[in-house]
């Protein structure tokens, strides 16, 4: 019942900018964390920030000072901004919630940085 759709993703180049947005519903949006994930073919999802119910912010150390996840209670959204993108960070961005004992995950948006 909990439903993530993502959008954002995008072909920029080499220190451009993306926001990434989560739209969750069929959950209390207040109560649950939210974190976005990449993964690259052959690879595990990766946790690239995360954000807790009060606001909590965490980050992995590769998007630590670039990156900046945050929530709009009202709007049960939440976002990832990337500045200064590397190509490195390309990837398949997924939005993921914790809620009701167990993770639902987004489609998944597409980021792609070029040098």
């Known amino acids: 019942q909990v439903r993530l759709v993502e959008s954002g993703g995008g072909l920029v180049q080499a220190g451009d900018s993306l926001r990434l947005t989560c739209k969750v519903s069929?959950?209390?949006?207040?109560?649950?964390?939210v974190a976005w994930y990449r993964q690259v073919p052959d690879n595990d999802r990766r946790l690239v920030a995360s954000?807790?119910?009060?606001?909590?912010?965490t980050y992995d150390d590769s998007v630590q000072g670039r990156f900046t996840i945050s929530r709009e209670y009202a709007r049960r959204t939440a976002f990832l901004q990337m500045n200064n993108l590397r190509v490195e960070d390309s990837g398949l961005y997924y939005c993921?919630?914790?809620?009701?004992?167990?993770?639902?995950w987004g489609q998944g948006t597409l980021v792609t940085v070029s040098s």
């Open positions: 069929g959950v209390n949006f207040r109560l649950v964390p």
């Open positions: 993921n919630v914790k809620a009701y004992g167990r993770d639902t």
């Open positions: 954000i807790s119910g009060d606001g909590g912010t």
